[in-house]
């Protein structure tokens, strides 16, 4: 793995909880968050197990009671 690799995992990983955050704020599930991003703009990045972490984040932001 390259350190370039890493950055631009880290971009995705901060692009997701962005996406997910700004779905929950506009009221949507997070079936319906999943269904809406896309993961195209990272190359070889798929949407397998997309589903699953789009809940994950929408778990962790229940559970914080600051978000």
């Given at each position: 793995?390259k ?30 968050a999943?269904?809406?991003i ?7 990045y ?22």
């Amino acid at each position: 793995m390259k350190w370039s690799d890493l950055q631009e995992y880290q971009r995705y990983t901060a692009d997701l909880l962005n996406e997910v955050q700004t779905a929950r704020r506009a009221g949507k599930t997070a079936d319906a968050a999943a269904a809406s991003i896309k993961t195209d703009k990272y190359k070889g990045y798929t949407s397998e197990g997309l589903k699953l972490a789009v809940q994950a984040i929408y778990d962790e932001l229940s559970a914080t009671p600051s978000r």
